[in-house]
């Protein structure tokens, strides 16, 4: 099973500030089949990324992801009041297993 | 725009089966997705249960070590999740979502969720 692991746990930052997130793999991933949920508190995840960088739909263009093999990042750029939320990263590069990142925490400073 | 809305049983008691239905709108179950459940312990992240075709091909996380088993209802345009033998660490807000298959040898991503329902396991 591949192990995600996202750093850091929390960060603290401002509205208007440009956040990158780490998920990094056990292995590498097969096609880059890594997708990115945002999760505001009380609500249910979201879909921001698949394939490492295409952008769900309806996702605003300050997000973008990055990344290939075991390496992958998201990027906000200019944090706006609703984006402190946490962030998961999740793996589906190779039938039938997918696990997901312990998920890092953006709050607001 | 597909929603999906999970209903089911709040409360379950400890050995008992937790049963919940997941209602498909906007769109019909049978259009080539797949289907499936994930659940969040409290406090916790993420954990995949499994997925379900409309044919009724389906697959499950291994560690649940085979109390689990999704279904499917094409008539209702709803699929179901069963999990036997709850025992306190089931509860959990449990979510339905429609799921993407990456390409013919990758798996799934989910990008349409229901909003949760939460179920604690308790006497």
């Known amino acids: 099973e591949i192990v995600l692991t996202q750093s850091p746990g929390t960060l603290s930052l401002s509205p208007g500030e440009t956040v990158t997130l780490s998920c990094r793999a056990s292995e590498s991933i097969d096609r880059d089949y890594l997708a990115w949920y945002q999760q505001r508190p009380g609500r249910a995840p979201r879909l921001l990324i698949f394939s490492a960088y295409a952008r769900a739909t309806g996702v605003p263009g300050r997000f973008s992801g990055s990344g290939s093999g075991t390496d992958f990042s998201l990027t906000i750029s200019g944090l706006e009041p609703e984006d402190f939320a946490i962030y998961y990263c999740q793996q589906y590069g190779r039938s039938p297993s997918l696990t997901f990142g312990g998920g890092t925490k953006v709050e607001m400073k | 725009q597909v929603q999906l809305q999970e209903s089911g049983p709040g409360l379950v008691t400890p050995s008992a089966t937790l049963s919940l239905t997941c209602d498909v709108s906007?769109?019909?179950?049978?259009?080539?997705?797949?289907w499936g459940w994930l659940r969040q312990p409290p406090g916790k992240g993420l954990e995949w249960i499994g997925a379900?075709?409309?044919?009724?091909?389906?697959y499950y996380n291994t560690s649940l070590k085979l109390r689990a088993a999704i279904s499917v209802d094409t008539s209702k345009n709803q699929f179901s999740l069963r999990l036997n033998s709850v025992t306190a660490a089931d509860t959990a807000v449990y979510y339905c979502?429609?799921?993407?298959?990456?390409?013919?040898?990758?798996?799934?991503?989910?990008?349409?969720w229901g909003k949760g329902t939460t179920v604690t396991v308790s006497s």
């Open positions: 979502a429609r799921h993407h298959k990456g390409g013919t040898t990758g798996f799934f991503y989910m990008d349409v």
């Open positions: 906007g769109g019909a179950i049978s259009a080539g997705f797949h």
């Open positions: 379900v075709y409309h044919s009724g091909i389906s």
